[in-house]
């Protein structure tokens, strides 16, 4: 059995190749009848069909179509190919028009959204497993929600036994807002824990100003910071590899619906001049 660094030097390898053919192709053709844009154009079209037909694939796979495995490794090659394509068929010249216009800008999207996606989908599951708890994405509000209750309880807790305000005025000033709601997107997309130095900085700082019993309540208040802050990681990680896809695969049936009518539009012009 081969190893998957030795399929994926074979699955590049014969990219390359499919992509010096169908470049040498073009050209050889373009030499021949001064423009290959017809043709590119069907190629581009057809590669693009079997890429969205992953999709479909996904959707229907108690069909015995190949693995999803193999359909995704096809679908990320043929991706590579059609940027080859895509840029013999425009070539340097400005789109005509507002159609070709939108078409170029959704086809970079597309392939852009494809290669942030394929970094994306290579690095944020191991970054996953290394903090905090796994959990799915449409149960992380009700897992907020229950550190918000228990917090709130811990910081009633301290006045109430306590008779003072020192915890609750912190927690109405710093905590009220982070508990709410999922915080420090960007931070915890860049691997930054800032947002936990911080606390950790502010949790030491209040310390001086706490009886026996509200550092008890404190530390654990701190435990709940914390698991909050994991919680807030594996969202903007999840929320990132969820989000990337849709816009990927709105901007590329978006895409093909110019395209069918960019096609159009070209052989009813073809004909009409004729």
């Known amino acids: 059995m081969q190893t998957f660094s030795k399929r994926r030097r074979n699955a590049l390898i014969l990219t390359f ?17 001064t423009s290959n844009s017809f043709v590119s154009g069907w190629i581009l079209f057809a590669i693009m069909l079997v890429l969205c037909a992953y999709n479909l694939r996904k959707k229907v796979s108690f ?14 090659y043929l991706g590579l190919i059609t940027i080859v394509i895509f840029g013999m068929h425009v070539g340097l010249r400005v789109p005509n028009g507002n159609l070709e216009t ?23 599951p191991q970054r996953l497993t290394v903090r905090g708890e796994e959990v799915l994405f449409e149960r992380m509000p009700v897992y907020r929600r229950n ?14 036994e306590t008779n003072t305000t020192t915890l609750a005025d912190y ?17 915890h997309l860049f691997e930054s824990k800032r947002p936990r130095h911080v606390f950790a ?17 404190v530390r654990e208040l701190s435990e709940l910071v914390y698991i909050k802050d994991d919680l807030d990681y594996q969202h903007a990680l999840q929320k990132t590899l969820k989000g990337w896809l849709y816009v990927h695969i709105a901007a590329t049936y978006s ?19 004729r």
Do not use: C
């Not at 000033?173 to 960007?186: G, Q, V």
């Open 201 to 217: 900085t502010e949790f030491n700082d209040l310390d001086r100003y706490l009886n026996d019993r509200e550092r008890e309540i």
């Open 171 to 187: 927690y109405k000033l710093r905590l009220a807002t982070f508990f709410s709601r999922f915080r420090n997107y960007w931070h």
């Open 147 to 160: 550190l918000n209750e228990r917090a709130e309880k811990l910081v009633f807790d301290a006045v109430t």
């Open 63 to 76: 069909l015995p179509l190949l693995r999803s495995a193999t359909w995704l490794q096809i679908h990320l």
């Open 102 to 124: 939108i078409i170029t800008v959704l086809y970079v999207i597309v392939a852009g959204t494809g290669l942030i996606g394929l970094f994306l989908t290579r690095t944020f």
């Open 17 to 33: 190749l499919v992509t010096v053919v169908l470049v040498v192709f073009l050209w050889a053709y373009k030499q021949r009848l």
């Open 255 to 273: 895409l093909m619906i110019f395209v069918v009518t960019h096609i159009i539009v070209v052989h009813a012009f073809v004909g009409g001049s």
